[in-house]
């Protein structure tokens, strides 16, 4: 029982060791690189001279329409 739990766990290391990951260098004349490094993957330009003030127009706008939805359906009169 135990010699074949041994002789299973050597195969599995032989198999893992045999596999060969490897990668290849990336190809920048491929149609599918794209940009990498600091904000290449966000789909906004956090660069720009207004971003502060439409970052938090839309914070306030996502987050507190729920609430102002809400309010409203709260406070508007019954027919």
């Known amino acids: 029982m135990i010699a074949a739990s041994a002789a299973r766990a050597r195969l ?12 290849t260098r990336t190809q920048l004349a491929s149609p599918y690189h794209y940009a990498e490094g600091p904000r290449s993957n966000i789909p906004f330009n956090p660069k720009t001279k207004y971003f502060f003030f439409r970052y938090w127009a839309f914070m306030v706008t996502g987050f507190g329409a ?14």
């Open 12 to 23: 599995a290391n032989s198999i893992v060791a045999r596999r060969a990951f490897s990668t």
């Open 66 to 79: 729920p609430f102002a939805i809400a309010l409203w359906q709260t406070y508007k009169t019954r027919p």
